[in-house]
């Protein structure tokens, strides 16, 4: 993303200043994330997540406090504590905290180091339950993504499998939602082999997180292959995993209650952001998502106007670290004292 269309509030974080007074190098400053070369150390990232939110691809002018933290922790916590044999672009799990003894500008609470990866150009998107976006084509076609469904099944109704619904990752516009068959046909064998592990993945951690009373309704991921000729050639899991920026949680209780009475259940994800901007008035309609993140004009407005309500943003602090506690059995604290110092 160009640095234009962040508002300041994204573009003057602090550790980007001291970041590049010891000699990181920045190469990309995404939604969320901002991305810097590491001094000698080629083929390797430093991932700084910030605390910026994101919804219907516009970067809104305000902070959620430590989600940056909750964002960086928890997907430490997911590809070192429970999956620590799946292949992700994390380079060592202390990495971080290695490097910061050489180069104090580093905010190792909201950092990993990561391989610099070759992405695939696709959001990987699996739903253990038929609800948001996805359930509109349900109701119009009976299929999910073009792969056919039972009739008659509620919104939020748990599947028997995961189905997967992919879409293309866009630099510039919304992401485009696309026919599981298409991906396939696209990506071929190589899409295959990472669709069936990161299906296994979603399977083992919806277990893992309905044991501790939470459901992942769904959920997206991404993969690449590493770029330096010391990691080249190996499919990594990458980017931030099974967050609530990138996954949506809910408690075991209100799916259960929400299939009962109809309606969504209440989410510990940023679902209530993009519900509060779905409600927004703007000049050209309601709500944010009918607006375009390439009209300049709309990336103003949004600048201009869209400042999230101290409650909300609160509310949705407070979600995040109690989704964090329940699933790690940490307070956020706890885990960076655990594994970050």
């Known amino acids: 993303m160009t640095t234009s269309k962040l508002p300041p509030i994204r573009r003057t ?11 990181f190098t920045l ?14 150390i080629p083929g390797a990232i430093l991932l700084v997540a910030s605390d910026g939110i994101s919804i ?14 909750i964002l960086t922790t928890l997907t430490h916590f997911w590809m070192n504590v429970i999956f620590p044999d799946i292949l992700s672009d994390q380079v060592a799990m202390n990495m971080t905290q290695y490097l910061r003894k050489r180069y104090s500008a580093i905010p190792a609470k909201r950092s990993l180091v990561v391989y610099d990866l070759k992405m695939m150009p696709y959001e990987m998107i699996f739903r253990y339950h038929l609800g948001g976006s996805i359930f509109r084509e349900y109701q119009e076609k009976g299929t999910a993504a073009g792969q056919s469904m039972p009739v008659g099944l509620p919104r939020w109704a748990k599947l028997n499998v995961p189905v997967f619904t992919p879409s293309t990752k866009e630099f510039k516009g919304h992401d485009v939602n696309i026919m599981a068959e298409e991906f396939f046909a696209r990506t071929g064998s190589l899409g295959r082999m990472a669709v069936e592990r ?24 991404e993969v690449g292959n590493a770029i330096a000729p010391w990691a080249r050639g190996t499919l990594r899991v990458a980017d931030e995993v099974l ?10 209780e209100d799916v259960q209650e929400a299939l009962r009475s109809k309606q969504d259940p209440r989410f510990f994800d940023k ?10 008035e703007t000049p050209w309609g309601p709500g944010i998502g009918n607006l375009d993140p390439r009209n300049p004009d709309h990336v103003s407005f949004v600048r201009e106007h869209c400042v999230i309500p101290p409650s909300l943003v609160e509310e949705t602090r407070a979600r995040y670290h109690r989704l964090f506690q329940m699933l ?4 956020l604290e706890e885990y960076q004292r655990e594994f970050f110092s």
């Open 13 to 23: 974080a602090p550790y980007v200043r001291d970041l590049l007074s010891q000699g």
């Open 27 to 40: 190469v990309n400053q995404g939604k969320v994330r901002d991305a810097f070369a590491i001094p000698g």
């Open 56 to 69: 219907y691809d516009f970067v809104l002018p305000s902070v959620i406090p430590s989600k940056g933290e």
């Open 198 to 221: 990161l299906e296994n993945l979603y399977i083992t951690a919806y277990g893992y997180a309905f044991s501790r009373g939470i459901i992942i309704l769904d959920t997206k991921f």
């Open 243 to 252: 967050t609530p920026d990138s996954s949506r949680f809910a408690m075991v």
């Open 271 to 280: 679902q209530m952001v993009r519900d509060w901007g779905a409600q927004i």
């Open 328 to 331: 790690t059995g940490y307070t």
